[in-house]
């Protein structure tokens, strides 16, 4: 027994004298005068081989523990993976569900509002059966005004759903609508014309464009409520409705009003 190693065996000892049991210090002081037998075929200590390969088998079971740990974290993973596609699909069938139900009119009223809110004037045609409406939506939306424009003609456009009367083939709902009012943004427009006319400066088109896009964007224009009955019928199993001036004039309040105004003053 080497110094080192007899020096390890004192201090083991003392260290269990201190605070191991009995047996546990007699076994201590056993192994410090034991002589340390060696293998025949390897020439190794074998207390010493022995314990090594527990140390071998101990970091075997280690690797073994981590690949399983490793392979249950994956397999986790792809659950989750599983889990989020399974989730998905479930909404897209919800949402298609949805998007098939049967058309109502007041779905029909509020795709159309909602439709002009967002300046998205092609869908319009989806709700409505009539010209005008459609002729005027497709006039904002193929006009020169840009994109900014034709989006402030309605985004301080509101409404809230009073009544709705259903027949089998007909239906009446009636609509609070609110927007700018048209009379007064049309007036102030006039009068930034008429203004630039006298002092004999040109008027291109841009500067048509800017001037309009100045009163729509104008915080003091001040919004006017018309109370409206939108009437629909039911065509191929879809609602759609029934435009009238009553409607067009609800949408964009006063502009009538004033187009007729500015009519009798050019027409004496």
Known sequence: MDKEEKVDKTKKVEKVEKTGKATQVKEAKKDMTEEP???????????????????????EKKQVKDKKETKEKGNKKVGYWVGGIVLLLIVLAIVTALLLLPSTPEKTVEGMLNSLKNADFQSVNKYVNYEEIVNKSE??????????????????????????????????????????????IITNYTKEALKIAFNGASFTEEEQNNKLKEQLKNEEIETKTVTTIIQLVKQNGEW????????????????????NYLNSIING
Do not use: R
């Open 37 to 59: 037998k060696f293998s025949k075929v390897t020439g190794k200590d074998l207390k010493k081989e022995t314990e090594m390969k527990k140390i071998d088998i101990q970091k």
């Open 139 to 184: 006039m904002l939306q193929n006009s020169e005004f840009d994109e900014e424009t034709q989006s402030l003609f309605f985004d301080k456009l509101s409404w809230k759903i009073l009544n709705i009367a259903k027949e089998k083939e007909t239906a009446n709902v009636e609509v609070e609508i609110t927007n700018k009012d048209f009379n007064q």
């Open 240 to 259: 759609k409705i029934q435009g009238s001036d009553d409607l067009i004039n609800a949408l964009l309040p006063g502009l009538q009003e004033q187009i």
